[in-house]
């Protein structure tokens, strides 16, 4: 398997309500200096039903980057219940 397809296995196993790290994510795939690449493996995702991108995040809590612009990633994971004060998670469950 190859990692983005590792990296995308991880993704879509984000349960509504939850977020996790580019580098958890990249720690989940066994690559744990990678969260970089797995932000560019995201950034390429367009199966936004079955890979929710949106719930990966920052490791400072800033919310990161999203191919459908960081709004949409806000309202995205407000709706799912997850706190967000300016551009930052305030609360990751």
């Given at each position: 398997?190859?990692?983005?397809?590792?990296?995308?296995?991880?993704?879509?196993n984000?349960?509504?309500?939850?977020?996790m790290?580019?580098?958890?994510?990249?720690?989940k795939?066994?690559s744990?200096?990678?969260?970089?690449a797995?932000?560019?493996?995201?950034?390429?995702?367009?199966?936004f039903?079955?890979?929710?991108?949106?719930?990966?995040?920052?490791?400072?809590?800033?919310?990161?980057?999203?191919?459908?612009?960081?709004?949409?990633?806000?309202?995205?994971?407000?709706?799912?219940?997850?706190?967000?004060?300016?551009?930052?998670?305030?609360?990751?469950?």
């Open positions: 398997m190859s990692f983005a397809e590792r990296v995308y296995n991880v993704v879509s984000i349960k509504e309500g939850k977020v790290t580019y580098r958890q994510v990249a720690e795939v066994g744990p200096k990678s969260a970089r797995v932000g560019n493996v995201l950034s390429k995702n367009r199966d039903k079955n890979i929710p991108c949106h719930r990966v995040v920052r490791s400072d809590g800033n919310i990161g980057g999203y191919v459908r612009g960081q709004d949409k990633k806000i309202r995205l994971l407000k709706r799912e219940g997850i706190m967000i004060r300016g551009r930052k998670v305030v609360d990751n469950r």
